[in-house]
Structures are given as C-alpha cells and as structure tokens.
C-alpha cells in the first residue's frame, strides 16, 4: 500500500465513487477508497473530481483505520 504523502503528491487526484450510510466514497488515483463524513463537510461544495491534498485528512483518517485493522489481524501489509 502506498503512504499518504505518494497518495497526495502534486497531481493527484481523487474522484468521488458513491454516497452511502452518510459518506461520501472517494478513491485516490492509485486506488485507496475512504470517506468522507457527511456531518463534517458543512456547506463545501465536493467536487466529482478534486485536489488529492484537500482530502488528505480523510485518507489519513481511513488510512490509520485500515493500518490498525491489519496489525490486530497480525498482518504488517495488504
């Protein structure tokens, strides 16, 4: 799995996938889905397509709870 700074490099992208359960799902360009809580965005205006950067607080969020998902697993990667 990639680390967030090759997620949000200069460049990249995310681009929205599906609402559902009161998120938003984005995907990164090298393929890393998370969401993006529906309580927490007030009235910004999400984009089909945007700045991976913007979003770097919601992929570091998901990215931690994926990371301690597998280490309880007993796995260092998936």
């Known amino acids: 799995m990639k680390n967030i700074k090759d997620m949000v490099a200069r460049d990249k992208k995310v681009k929205f996938c599906f609402y559902r359960d009161g998120s938003l799902w984005y995907e990164t360009d090298c393929g890393f889905s998370f969401p993006v809580p529906i309580d927490d965005v007030g009235t ?26 597998l280490s309880e697993l007993g796995k260092d990667d998936a």
Do not use: N, P, S, V
């Open 44 to 69: 910004a205006t999400f984009l089909a397509e945007d700045k991976a950067l913007i979003f770097m607080r919601y992929i570091r969020k998901h990215l931690e709870l994926h990371e301690k998902a």
